[in-house]
C-alpha cells in the first residue's frame, strides 16, 4: 500500500502535530524507563469486530516518523470489509519507537475505520434503490478531509468539501434574502455554478427552480411529502433528501426517488471501531 494522498492533506505535518500533543514537549518517559533502548518488537494490529477498515496508511505514518526503518506489511486494504479477527498489519521495529506511536495510530485507524463501517451500513441500507449515499460538514474541526475520505472508504460520495466548492442556500439565508427565488438569483448573479437549495415546503420548490437552481434539499420531509417533491421536480434537477435520518429510516427515503440522501451521523456518531496492537519481543 502506498502513502496515502489526499488534497488539502498533509500526511507529515498530521503525524507530527499528533505526536507533538501526545508527547508535550518531553518524552515517553513510560518507554524509555523501561524499555531497554536496543531492543525490538514485533507487532500485529487486528480487528476484533467485523469493520470496514480505513486509515491504515495514516496509521503506518506514525511508526515511520519514529523509526524510519520499521517494516510494516499491510495484510488487507483500505475499504476492504473484513472479518473479526482479522490481522490488518503487521510491524517490526524499536520496541520504545512503536510503543510511543501506538496510541496516535489506533486512536486514527479506529475513528477513521468506525466511520468507514457506519457508512458502508448505510449504504448497504438503500442497496438498489439508484440513491447515493453523501456525507455532510458535521466533522470534527482539522479532521475534515480523513473523515470523508473515510465515507468513502464506507462506500458514500463526498458533499461539499467546505464552504467554498458549492452555494448551500439555507433558510437563514432565505430569511435575509427575503425569498428562495431571490437568494438564488444573487448566488447566480455572483456567478457561483453549483446552487444547492434547501426547502422544507413543497410551495418552495418552483421559485427556486425558476430562479435556476442546480438541486434542490428537501429537508425534513417524511417519505409521502419527499414522494410528492420528486414527481413535481420530475426529474429538472438533482434531489437530496436530509435532516434526522437514521438507519431504520433512510431505505423508506431512497425509495420516494431522491436522487441523493446526506447524513451528518456517519461522521459525527460513529462509535471507534475496536481494533488492537499486540507487541512480542524479537
Given at each position: 500500500?502506498?502513502?496515502?494522498?489526499?488534497?488539502?492533506?498533509?500526511?507529515?505535518?498530521?503525524?507530527?502535530?499528533?505526536l507533538a500533543e501526545d508527547l508535550g514537549s518531553g518524552k515517553d518517559i513510560?518507554?524509555?524507563?523501561?524499555?531497554?533502548?536496543?531492543?525490538?518488537?514485533?507487532?500485529?494490529?487486528?480487528?476484533?469486530?467485523?469493520?470496514?477498515?480505513?486509515?491504515?496508511?495514516?496509521?503506518?505514518?506514525?511508526?515511520?516518523?519514529?523509526?524510519?526503518?520499521?517494516?510494516?506489511?499491510?495484510?488487507?486494504?483500505?475499504?476492504?470489509?473484513?472479518?473479526?479477527?482479522?490481522?490488518?498489519?503487521?510491524?517490526?521495529?524499536?520496541?520504545?519507537?512503536?510503543?510511543?506511536?501506538?496510541?496516535?495510530?489506533?486512536?486514527?485507524?479506529?475513528?477513521?475505520?468506525?466511520?468507514?463501517?457506519?457508512?458502508?451500513?448505510?449504504?448497504?441500507?438503500?442497496?438498489?434503490?439508484?440513491?447515493?449515499?453523501?456525507?455532510?460538514?458535521?466533522?470534527?474541526?482539522?479532521?475534515?478531509?480523513?473523515?470523508?475520505?473515510?465515507?468513502?472508504?464506507?462506500?458514500?460520495?463526498?458533499?461539499?468539501?467546505?464552504?467554498?466548492?458549492?452555494?448551500?442556500?439555507?433558510?437563514?439565508?432565505?430569511?435575509?434574502?427575503?425569498?428562495?427565488?431571490?437568494?438564488?438569483?444573487?448566488?447566480?448573479?455572483?456567478?457561483?455554478?453549483?446552487?444547492?437549495?434547501?426547502?422544507?415546503?413543497?410551495?418552495?420548490?418552483?421559485?427556486?427552480?425558476?430562479?435556476?437552481?442546480?438541486?434542490?434539499?428537501?429537508?425534513?420531509?417524511?417519505?409521502?411529502?419527499?414522494?410528492?417533491?420528486?414527481?413535481?421536480?420530475?426529474?429538472?434537477?438533482?434531489?437530496?433528501?436530509?435532516g434526522g435520518v437514521r438507519l431504520d429510516t433512510i431505505r423508506a427515503i431512497?425509495?420516494?426517488?431522491?436522487?441523493?440522501?446526506?447524513?451528518?451521523?456517519?461522521?459525527?456518531?460513529?462509535?471507534?471501531?475496536?481494533?488492537?496492537?499486540?507487541?512480542?519481543?524479537?
Amino acid at each position: 500500500m502506498s502513502e496515502l494522498r489526499l488534497d488539502g492533506f498533509d500526511l507529515g505535518a498530521f503525524v507530527q502535530a499528533t505526536l507533538a500533543e501526545d508527547l508535550g514537549s518531553g518524552k515517553d518517559i513510560t518507554s524509555e524507563a523501561v524499555i531497554p533502548a536496543d531492543l525490538r518488537f514485533e507487532g500485529v494490529m487486528d480487528s476484533r469486530d467485523p469493520i470496514v477498515v480505513a486509515g491504515l496508511s495514516i496509521a503506518a505514518g506514525f511508526f515511520r516518523a519514529l523509526d524510519p526503518d520499521v517494516e510494516i506489511e499491510m495484510l488487507v486494504d483500505d475499504g476492504q470489509r473484513v472479518a473479526a479477527g482479522t490481522d490488518l498489519m503487521r510491524l517490526r521495529g524499536r520496541a520504545r519507537a512503536m510503543l510511543t506511536a501506538e496510541r496516535s495510530a489506533l486512536n486514527t485507524v479506529q475513528h477513521l475505520s468506525g466511520i468507514a463501517t457506519l457508512t458502508r451500513a448505510y449504504v448497504d441500507a438503500i442497496a438498489g434503490t439508484g440513491a447515493t449515499l453523501l456525507d455532510t460538514r458535521k466533522t470534527i474541526p482539522g479532521l475534515r478531509v480523513l473523515e470523508k475520505y473515510a465515507t468513502r472508504m464506507g462506500g458514500a460520495a463526498n458533499h461539499r468539501m467546505g464552504l467554498w466548492d458549492a452555494a448551500m442556500i439555507k433558510d437563514n439565508h432565505v430569511a435575509v434574502a427575503g425569498g428562495v427565488a431571490e437568494a438564488v438569483r444573487r448566488a447566480r448573479a455572483a456567478g457561483i455554478a453549483e446552487i444547492i437549495v434547501e426547502v422544507d415546503r413543497i410551495d418552495q420548490i418552483e421559485p427556486a427552480l425558476a430562479a435556476g437552481t442546480t438541486r434542490l434539499l428537501l429537508d425534513n420531509m417524511e417519505p409521502a411529502t419527499l414522494r410528492g417533491a420528486v414527481t413535481l421536480v420530475g426529474g429538472r434537477v438533482p434531489t437530496e433528501a436530509s435532516g434526522g435520518v437514521r438507519l431504520d429510516t433512510i431505505r423508506a427515503i431512497a425509495e420516494t426517488g431522491v436522487d441523493f440522501i446526506s447524513v451528518g451521523r456517519i461522521t459525527q456518531s460513529a462509535p471507534a471501531a475496536d481494533i488492537g496492537l499486540d507487541f512480542a519481543s524479537l
